[in-house]
């Protein structure tokens, strides 16, 4: 092939990629053949609305698991970025403006936290991100004291209830996010990192990549986002308690994993993730519309989540055993490349 | 010491049996076997056979088709075109469970053992004895364990040792026991002596002739030359996925088998070209990072090449690690053309003008899953961006010239690396550090595990670019390399400098007598 092709194409559609298309599109056609509610532009954009909080998540989530890495507090960040928004405006007598200022930085700090210790002293991602899980959760509930914030100024309500050009405010923001984040994983240095870091991280260290700093920021990433998800989320449900975004993170997870980013860390698309987040979305509205209950739902969601994975990883082995060439060890596809720690 | 030279003395009795040999059967024969994948023609029509009991050495560089042809032997792929006959009858290998069914065994460069197991667990792991009900007759696992070991000669190890704590030696005899345990009559042995010590490597020649007094066939590939003489019966040569010849080893000598597997005369191994030695490049001045690199001090000047010579541990990799800022030194200063420096980061070491090749080219080298392009860009990603945006036209360029320079085998820049063979990975890392424009290269083992053109290549190379008036310091671990393309030898032992030789004196006894020091 001629380099000038090569340099021009684009990131190449995975083959999960096109699998979640397919299944997304089918997925569209048979809700909106089941219920005449589903395909209307304001179901779907009311739809778009409930997922900001979990895509705009998603993003940096999808960085973090690209790295071989996770983060399981965003939940509870964003739990203890809502009641911090909530307690210093009515309870310590901030200003509303101040007040989210200060929910967003509390998220980068929580992040910035993880990421230190995850960076400095070695603690496995797993590890870390479920201690702080527990801790944000007990600092929500331990400000709070279980006393919920309501009463906030109706300009407050704007971006969570609020439409610009006929579309929620927050889905600007989520997509100006997919767009930043998608241009980074995808054609950025820093992107390029980032999966280098997920195969074989002491190779990326040995090539000059700064990978303790990548990951600091992509943690602390996390943490900012989960403070801007607590803002959205407050002010669209115009009330903040110590319980929300309790339980979010596997929401978060699952969008990402379902849009074919590898758990094991270098591959992974924001594409994908997005494909993932409305996938879910799409299957719970459009199953609740029919009649289904949330527990069957949710079912439904973990099937789908199997079947696109067997697709997926049933058209790898095909095409690996149809192209395999020339690895050292009968293992060599599956852990080359992968340090052992 | 590098296991240069291992004994020879036995090899001499063997003649007769070989002319006898001629007459059997063969246990197995591939005929015409061809394999392609896409864009590589791995194997055009090759025929080997392996007769009973003997020792058949396979050679060729890297990319010849070996790799590929053992794969197909032990059912890993499935050959194109050819056939394969087992006792005569055909067969078809579905699967390396079929294989090893068949009785062929294969033991891999990586050894694919558990390490929290026991010696007798890994043996006997898949097809342990078993008592009623399916459960584990214990007794009889180390019993037989027992008898294995008495087969073999083996005193030295005990069943119920935990795999994870031997020595890579000791593991690769784990793998042959499994093996036999599994009455192999076929044992196909992927370059068994590549990271093994001296010792081991006696050891391991031991059982394999004890393997063949058994009745054993073994398929031996190696790059060592010196191993071929010492054990084998026969030898067949493969170059391009083609079979250039198969000979009796005592109808055959060192300089015909290297002119086989090139296609060419060698005229040395060793091609480093006088140039003149310019002012200092790299000067460490007590560097330390306890425990494995204490208070060294040394210069490397422009254009030339300093060899570091050593034993396995004596702090060579640490040495290179600390001036390339992976492991910072804790103490000492580094110069840099005259200048003090602070090299904290590999980031920083890049941009002083450090490269470094590292030994362990699968997890410090080479990120293998990535492709051609992305590996030879990493080093130098930033330089081939505008505002953190990938130049994909720029790093699509320099892969190609990557490729083009260093006659890479690749089917082309979007291959992934960890695909292709030992040497034209080598040749990436080489090629991703010279992309950064170095002044000062770092070679940690260079030519281990890469054929004798490959290694040829690399040695004229650095001469090159020593020439070009690169301060360049190898790390390596076979004395004629260090002899042969070394200005000066430094050698190593326990984390300082032991010795420093210029050119005319050193003399391999004297190197070594450094290398292992006084007691």
């Known amino acids: 092939m001629s380099d000038r092709s090569a340099a021009l194409r684009l990131p190449r559609l995975a083959a999960h990629e096109l699998v979640l298309l397919v299944i997304l599109i089918v997925a569209l056609a048979v809700l909106a053949a089941l219920s005449d509610r589903f395909f209307t532009l304001d179901n779907l954009l009311n739809q778009g609305m409930l997922m900001t909080e979990v895509g705009l998540m998603a993003m940096p989530m999808t960085f973090v698991i690209v790295t071989g890495g996770i983060d399981l507090s965003v939940g509870s960040a964003l739990g203890m970025c809502a009641i911090l928004l909530g307690y210093s405006w009515h309870n310590w007598g901030f200003p509303l403006p101040l007040a989210i200022g200060f929910a967003l930085l509390a998220g980068a700090a929580g992040g910035f936290v993880n990421g ?21 959760r007990g600092l929500a509930e331990g400000i709070s004291q279980a006393h919920s914030v309501r009463g906030y100024p109706d300009w407050f309500y704007g971006l969570g209830q609020g439409a610009l050009f006929g579309v929620p405010s927050q889905l600007w923001l989520f997509f100006a996010a997919i767009l930043v984040f998608g241009v980074i994983l995808g054609f950025t240095t820093f992107g390029r990192a980032l999966r280098a870091i997920g195969f074989n991280e002491t190779g990326a260290r040995f090539s000059g990549v700064p ?15 989960a403070g801007l998800a607590a803002w959205i989320f407050v002010s669209r449900v115009s009330t903040t308690r110590s319980d929300m975004g309790t339980g979010m993170e596997l929401d978060v997870i699952a969008a990402v994993v379902l849009g074919g980013t590898s758990i094991f860390g270098g591959v992974g698309t924001v594409f994908g993730t997005v494909l993932g987040l409305l996938l879910i979305q799409l299957l719970k509205d459009g199953l609740a519309l029919t009649g289904v209950k949330g527990d069957a739902t949710i079912m439904v969601i973990g099937t789908v989540l199997i079947a696109s994975i067997l697709v997926t990883s049933f058209a790898e082995r095909r095409r690996d055993a149809a192209r395999a060439s020339n690895p050292r060890s009968p293992r060599a596809t599956t852990t080359e490349g992968r340090e052992t720690p | 010491m590098p296991p240069t030279e291992p004994p020879i003395a036995e090899q001499a009795p063997r003649a007769g049996d070989r002319m006898s040999a001629a007459a059997q059967q063969p246990v197995l024969a591939l005929e015409g076997v061809t394999k392609s994948f896409p864009g590589v023609q791995a194997l055009r029509g090759v025929s080997f056979d392996i007769l009973p ?35 005569g009858q055909p067969i ?12 062929i065994a294969t033991i891999y460069q990586e050894l694919l053992l558990f390490p929290e197991l026991t010696v007798a667990e890994n043996v006997f792991m898949g097809h342990a004895p078993r008592r009623r009900w399916g459960a584990l007759d ?5 019993e037989r364990t027992r008898t294995l070991f008495a087969a073999l000669d083996i005193n030295d190890l005990d069943p119920a040792q935990v795999v994870g704590a031997l020595s890579v030696g000791n593991r690769q005899r784990v793998e042959i026991l499994r093996a036999l345990s599994q009455d192999a009559r076929i044992l196909v042995m992927d370059e068994p002596t590549a990271a093994l010590t001296e010792h081991d490597v006696a050891r391991l020649f031991a059982i394999v002739r004890r393997l063949r007094a058994r009745g054993v066939s073994i398929v031996y590939i190696t790059h060592r030359l010196e191993e071929v003489f010492a054990l084998a019966d026969r030898v067949t040569v493969l170059r391009d996925g083609e079979h250039v010849a198969t000979r009796p080893v005592a109808e055959t000598d060192r300089a015909d088998l290297i002119h086989m597997m090139v296609g060419r005369r060698i005229e040395s191994l060793f091609p480093k070209t006088a140039v003149k030695i310019g002012p200092p490049v790299l000067e460490l001045r007590g560097l330390s990072r306890p425990p494995l690199t204490r208070d060294v001090s040394l210069t490397v000047h422009a254009g030339e090449i300093v060899g570091l010579a050593g034993l396995v541990g004596s702090g060579r990799s640490e040495l290179a690690q ?22 904290r980061s590999v980031a920083e070491a890049r941009r002083l ?21 992305e590996n030879t860009s990493l080093a130098v990603l930033s330089d081939l961006a505008r505002l953190g945006f990938i130049d994909r036209a720029a790093e699509a360029r320099l892969a190609q010239e990557t490729v083009a320079q260093f006659g890479v085998r690749t089917a082309g820049i979007e291959q992934v690396v960890g695909r292709l063979s030992g040497g034209n ?66 050698v190593m032992r326990d984390g300082a400098l032991a010795g420093a030789f210029p050119r005319a004196e050193a003399a391999q006894e004297r190197v070594a007598a450094a290398m292992m020091g006084g007691a």
């Open chain 2, 353 to 373: 003008g450090i490269a470094y090749v590292p030994e362990d080219r699968a997890t410090q080298g080479l990120i293998r899953p990535m492709t051609v392009r």
């Open chain 2, 53 to 87: 009991g003997e020792v058949h050495a396979l050679l060729g560089e890297n990319g010849a088709g070996k790799s590929t042809l053992i794969k197909i032997m032990s059912g890993v792929h499935h050959a194109d075109g050819g056939t394969m006959r087992l006792d």
């Open chain 2, 425 to 490: 990975q080598q040749k990436i890392v080489l090629g991703k550090w010279l992309a950064a424009k170095p002044k000062i290269l770092i070679l940690d083992e260079p030519t281990r595990g890469i054929d004798v053109g490959a290694k040829a290549e690399i040695h004229r190379l650095m001469s090159e670019l020593a020439g070009r008036g690169l301060a360049v310091l190898m790390i390596s671990s076979e004395l004629p390399e260090v002899l042969g393309m070394s200005d000066r030898v430094l």
């Open chain 1, 211 to 225: 990978v303790d700093r990548i990951k600091l920021i992509i943690y602390t990433a996390s943490g900012t986002m």
């Open chain 2, 138 to 142: 214990w007794p009889a696992i180390r």
């Open chain 2, 92 to 103: 078809r290998l579905g699967s390396p469970l079929a294989a090893r069914a068949a009785g």
């Open chain 1, 116 to 136: 230190w210790f995850i960076t400095r002293l070695n603690v496995p991602p797993l590890i870390m991100t479920i201690a702080t899980l527990a801790l944000y």
């Open chain 2, 322 to 343: 600390a001036i390339f800022g992976a492991t910072p030194a804790t103490g000492g200063s580094i110069l840099v053309n005259g200048q003090a420096v602070r090299v």
